[in-house]
């Protein structure tokens, strides 16, 4: 069965610093996709970012980055230039590339402190 | 463009009365559904999935069922609450073969009392 770990539950960041969240996962599968969501304190969930697992380059969105280590299954989240609307849940998640179920782990608490 | 809508926002209900959430999605056809749970402090666990009317998938033995009766409704029911069942729930949509990630509803915060 997948899992997700973020072993993380709380993190802050002084605002325009940069922070790196962690994720890892247990997966026999090749074929499948990363996610990281933002839930801030409204707990609507928003995709920040995703990674096919294919694919050797990292994915980038804006201030936002990963760290994808196939091997060591491990997918990390970089937030640079941290922003106070950057204060939220985030949570990886894990989805098979012939399943339809999103796993997420149990999330981390970021704080940007001004 | 699509959207998907969720109701009602908060609910206060008492153990053992029935239950009834509704999520639309507006702006695709055919979409995968979801129906999540997260209880405080936690992550989401999946309760049950659709890929198309009438095929609900439970990933979780419990007290709630599902219902998507047409092709961009899904309806998570109970016939009688319990205490355990208090939570945040979040329904999301995905296109059919693709992975781009789930789009979720704005979530409804259950209590049950």
């Known amino acids: 069965a997948q899992t997700v770990t973020q072993s993380q539950p709380e993190m802050s960041v002084q605002e325009a610093e940069t922070v790196t969240l962690s994720c890892t996962y247990d997966?026999?599968?090749?074929?499948?996709?990363l996610f990281w969501y933002k839930q801030p304190p409204s707990r609507q969930m928003i995709l920040v970012i995703r990674?096919?697992?294919?694919?050797?380059q990292n994915a980038t969105e804006n201030r936002f980055s990963v760290n994808f280590q196939k091997a060591a299954k491990s997918f990390s989240l970089k937030i640079s230039d941290s922003q106070l609307g950057d204060t939220a849940m985030y949570f990886c998640?894990?989805?098979?590339?012939?399943?339809?179920?999103?796993?997420f782990g149990t999330g981390t608490r970021l704080t940007v402190i001004p | 463009s699509q959207t998907i809508h969720q109701w009602p926002a908060t609910l206060v209900q008492p153990v053992g009365s029935p239950l009834s959430l509704e999520c639309t999605v507006e702006?695709?056809?055919?979409?995968?559904l979801y129906w999540y749970r997260q209880a405080a402090g936690r992550g989401l666990q999946l309760l049950f999935y659709?890929?198309?009317?009438?095929?609900i998938s439970s990933e979780v033995p419990q007290n709630l069922s599902a219902s998507r009766p047409q092709d961009r409704q899904f309806i998570l029911s109970s016939k009688k609450l319990l205490l355990s069942d208090s939570g945040f729930y979040l329904c999301?949509?995905?296109?059919?073969?693709?992975?781009?990630?789930?789009?979720f509803g704005s979530g409804t915060r259950l209590t049950v009392v």
């Open positions: 999301a949509w995905s296109e059919q073969g693709l992975a781009r990630g789930y789009t």
């Open positions: 997966t026999s599968e090749s074929n499948y996709y």
């Open positions: 990674q096919e697992a294919y694919k050797q």
């Open positions: 998640a894990y989805r098979s590339g012939g399943a339809n179920n999103l796993f």
């Open positions: 702006g695709t056809s055919n979409p995968n």
């Open positions: 659709s890929v198309g009317i009438g095929q």
